[in-house]
């Protein structure tokens, strides 16, 4: 046997080395999946050689990996049948000459106050993650070409290595790791095949631990779309969902401008947050070429569309990534911008091609797209298309877009209508209503009381004001007067004398022009507020906080025999009129959805009717 040659580790891998040796305690067990990463890449090489056809040394060995584990001796073993190394090569890759990712290694090293083991790989050092857990490391090699032969390459890190001839190697690469005492661990089965499976799921080439199969499923994001059956992407949900259920939606899409994308992005038949599990967190894992770089990746979609569940794979993820700058570096909201656009697009194509399958999403999700536009202004427009609502026009329980109502609108009608009720019945029997049914324009109905500030932040909707109907400054087209109904001076002064009867509990009565059946109707004075909002605000009201005053205006309606009887009985019995009057606001308040306390006005209407069935004639 020749004696064997020495070499020493240029020097910034000498340094790497030694941080790595004597700096980097926490996840050691990442060496696993650098080696393994590498052992993939290997494989990967050989079948890009294979396939332009050159000849190779062992043809009939297809790429695979395997590992072996010896717990008793305390060592691993990493083996694959990938396009090995020669003697040049050993010498270049394994610690001659450093990438240029070693400098950038050791500048983000220098400057992390915790160094993170996780980046060795991103910076195209990783196989020297291996000194993280062992002692020495042995490499056995051959290469593919035909006329090479096998090399050993052994080190302990420090100082340098030594290359010997090795006769008789099978093609490819094996590598073999004494592990330190406090490393022993990894040498468990049970322990290696955890931290494999983790990492390493998704690699295209077989993976053995001591003679079992690991890696089953496969990366299935790196297919053709037209060759992947259903069931495979379900069971694949299933498998890095862990869910029991199939997807409601998936999107499995490719790009490569401006970013190189791979993704498989899923949504789960069930909403669990509304079901109480509690706020959601995005379960999207970021690889970069099948291996994974982060599991549950932050940032890598806006909040709201946390439900997502899935893949993304780019290549594009740069060297110099880490977990900090991971939160906010200009390429991970370059990921973000495209992703949260292609998916947005794709339920636009969902809702307009397969409108019952859309229909299903947006009762399971809706929440999640209104908290997306009142949270993410970026996207609120987008968001908005997305939106459904029953309307006065459409069947019960039939919903319609924004987009289909702006459609439909009449020529002379400006705005876009929403009245916030608790259900349909409630909606079409409001006194805010009336009006709309007899200029016969749609009007929303908003059953979701988030729905009042969704309409807030949008404001408008292809150039249209979204009103709310309460609020609407809208007057019947032919205020035709009944017959028996008060004239202009009657109602107006009828109108004063509520008001100085009621007093502060009013800010101002005044005759109405849209009321045709009711005979009132409370609108909120303050010109943003409507009743909804006034309801959440007092239900949000803490214990002893100041009430939340109520500024309201009576309106009236000229036209309805309550109001005009009460005009009469004015001059006989004020006293039974305030009564009455009290109890005209109480009823609007009823229907406005905002009276507090109703027992206050049962004992008044006690009152009221035990007058009534005293009066004479009755
Ligand atoms: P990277 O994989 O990012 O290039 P590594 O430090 O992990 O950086 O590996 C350095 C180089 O060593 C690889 O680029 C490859 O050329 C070579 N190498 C490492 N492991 C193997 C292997 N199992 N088979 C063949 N070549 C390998
Ligand atoms: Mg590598």
Known sequence: MSSPEKHHFQAEIQQLLDIVIHSLYTDKEIFVRELISNAADACEKLRFTQAGGTQLHDPETAPAISLTTDETGGTITFSDTGVGMTHGELVENLGTIAHSGTKAFLKQIAEDKKPDAKLIGQFGVGFYSSFMAANRVTVLSRSAAVDEMGWQWVSEGTGGY?????????????????????????????????????????????????????????????????????????????????????????????????????????????????????????????????????????????????????????????????????????????????????????????????????????????????????????????????????????????????????????????????????????????????????????????????????????????????????????NLADPAKKEGALSDDAAKSLAQWIKESLGEQVSEVRVSQRLVDSPAAIVDADKFMTSTMRRMMRAMKRDGAEPVPDRQDLEINPSHAMIVRLDQMRQKDADLARSVAEQILDNARVAAGVLDDPRVMLKRLNQILEKVLTQPGS
């Open 162 to 474: 030594e290359l010997t001839p090795a006769a008789d190697l099978p093609r490819g690469t094996k590598i073999t790791l004494e592990l330190k005492d406090d490393a022993k661990e990894f040498s468990k089965e049970s322990t290696l095949e955890g931290i494999i499976k983790r990492y390493s799921s998704f690699v295209t080439f077989p993976i053995e631990l001591n003679g079992k199969r690991l890696n089953t499923v496969q990366a299935l994001w790196t297919r053709s779309k037209n060759e992947i059956k259903d069931e495979e992407y379900n069971e694949f949900y299933q498998f890095i969902g862990h869910d029991h259920e199939d997807p409601m939606l998936r999107l499995h899409f490719t790009a490569d401008a401006p970013l190189s994308i791979q993704a498989l992005l899923f949504v789960p038949s069930r909403n669990l947050e509304t079901m109480g599990m509690g706020r959601m967190d995005s379960e999207v894992n970021l690889y970069c070429k099948k291996v994974l770089i982060q599991a549950k990746a932050k940032n890598l979609f806006p909040d709201w569309l946390r439900f997502l569940k899935g893949v993304v794979d780019s290549e594009d993820l740069p060297l110099n990534i880490s977990r900090e700058t991971m939160q906010d570096t200009a390429l991970l909201q370059r990921l973000n911008k495209v992703l949260t656009n292609r998916f947005l697009k794709f339920l636009d194509e969902v809702a307009e091609k397969e409108p019952e399958k859309y229909e299903k999403f947006y009762i399971e999700y809706q929440k999640f797209l209104k908290e997306g536009i009142v949270t993410d202004f970026l996207h609120k427009e987008a968001l908005a298309k997305l939106l459904r609502y029953e309307s006065s026009t459409q069947e019960v329980g039939k919903r319609t877009s924004l987009a289909d109502y702006v459609k439909r609108m009449p020529e002379d009608q400006k705005e876009i209508y929403c009245l916030m009720a608790p259900n349909r019945a409630a909606a079409e029997n409001s006194p805010y209503f009336e009006v709309f049914r007899e200029r016969k324009y749609e009007v929303l109905f908003l059953y979701d009381p988030w729905d009042e500030f969704v309409m807030e932040h949008l404001h408008t909707f292809e150039g249209k004001s979204l009103k709310s109907a309460e609020k609407a400054e809208l």
